[in-house]
């Protein structure tokens, strides 16, 4: 639910484009600014997780996000909604590290499966928004989204009754009982991994400026290409419901050979995906290659999150924070330069450029050292 209004934006961008007149970098600026505020302070409040486990701000986060995602539609004034969409994206930067720790911490022996059906549940609340948010515009208005708001605030009050079950959320990674840590913090130890997590956070920060792109991107190229705005959500759906799939066999595949052979073919994959979309001699085609480029590119995400993980285990909270906020954060303020390209060049053009930035981000992983299937549990 979080993730569902965590992309509302790129489904209703063509309706936000016409309505208030945006160019292509003020619509890149929209989806930066949910991405930043969303993701750059999740490194601070993973920290604040591993210290105190607030499993009471799980549902005030969800509430939070929820009620101001759903006013876009009521807002006229582009500098207005800038503020307010980067206010509603902290909801989002309290929930994710909270609980990518926690269900990792229930799941010790698959960390990499159970990562992948967080992320997959994630992408699938994303998969939906254009199946509902789109068909609600075109019936009542971009005025009706304050409506969208009812599921996201009934789902935080289910929360809020639940929240003093489960034990205490915020227990870190690799805790004993009553969430006593179970090994000792060695800072030698630490120094040593630190350039494979930044290799490893760099290579995910190239792969959120193509994603964040694509998200935002693609649902006007199809428009601009003379699809309606419904068609253009349906295809949206596809690309996006295609990643949450995906996730899971990214999960399994991890645990059994290691995250590097899955990071690397899905960055890779999915520059010959996308490109094989835009040259497709058939519509249809192009629908396959689209739904590709959809499962490939998020493949790589909760595998490095474990990843992460792995590497700095005494602190997963940041870790998590830095590999799902941190670099989704740095990676969607590139949204606003693609928008920029596209303004100078068009869409397609800004989008074919764009894409290679999976191959370096492919090198990165390339030169991290390698690991043992199975053999991967910490």
Avoid at 11 to 26: C, E, H, I, K
Avoid at 166 to 180: D, E, Q, W
Avoid at 299 to 311: D, K, M, S, T, W
Avoid at 336 to 358: E, K, M, N, P, Y
Wanted: glycine content about 12%; aromatic content about 8%; hydrophobic content about 55%.
């Amino acid at each position: 639910m979080v993730d569902f209004y965590n992309e509302l934006l790129p489904p209703l961008m063509p309706f936000l484009v016409a309505s208030l007149g945006l160019s292509m970098t003020m619509a890149g600026g929209l989806v930066s600014a949910v991405a930043v505020s969303a993701s750059l302070l999740q490194p601070l409040f993973g920290w604040l997780v591993d210290r105190t486990g607030w499993q009471w701000l799980l549902p005030l986060s969800a509430a939070w996000i929820a009620v101001l995602m759903s006013t876009v539609g009521l807002v006229k004034d582009y500098r207005l909604l800038i503020l307010l969409v980067g206010l509603a994206g902290l909801g989002s930067a309290l929930y994710h590290p909270l609980g990518s720790v926690r269900i990792t911490s229930l799941a010790p022996r698959h960390r990499g499966l159970a990562m992948s059906a967080y992320s997959a549940l994630g992408n699938f609340g994303e998969a939906v928004v254009p199946l509902v948010a789109v068909p609600l515009v075109l019936s009542r208005g971009l005025k009706a989204t304050w409506l969208l708001a009812l599921p996201g605030v009934t789902f935080a009050l289910v929360m809020w009754l639940l929240r003093g079950r489960g034990g205490r959320a915020g227990a870190p990674l690799g805790a004993g009982p009553n969430g006593a840590q179970a090994f000792a913090f060695h800072p030698a130890e630490l120094r040593g991994r630190w350039r494979q997590v930044l290799l490893l956070d760099a290579s995910l920060i190239l792969r959120s400026w193509v994603h964040v792109s694509l998200l935002t991107f693609v649902p006007l190229y199809l428009v601009e290409s003379g699809q309606t705005p419904l068609v253009a959500s349906r295809l949206l759906f596809l690309f996006m419901a295609a990643g949450a799939a995906a996730i899971f066999v990214a999960g399994h595949l991890s645990d059994l050979y290691g995250y590097r052979p899955v990071m690397i073919g899905g960055l890779l994959g999915t520059v010959a995906a996308f490109l094989g979309f835009l040259v497709a001699p058939s519509p249809a085609l192009a629908v396959v290659f689209l739904v590709a480029a959809g499962a490939l590119i998020l493949a790589p995400l909760p595998v490095a999150i474990v990843a992460g993980q792995r590497l700095i285990p005494h602190r997963a909270g940041m870790a998590s924070g830095m590999m799902m906020g941190f670099a989704w954060g740095l990676g969607g303020l590139g949204a606003t330069l693609t928008g920029r390209l596209a303004d100078l060049w068009g869409i397609s053009a800004a989008l074919r450029t764009v894409i290679w930035l999976l191959v370096p981000a492919a090198l990165f992983v390339l030169t991290l050292p390698g690991e043992e299937g199975r053999g991967c549990r910490a």
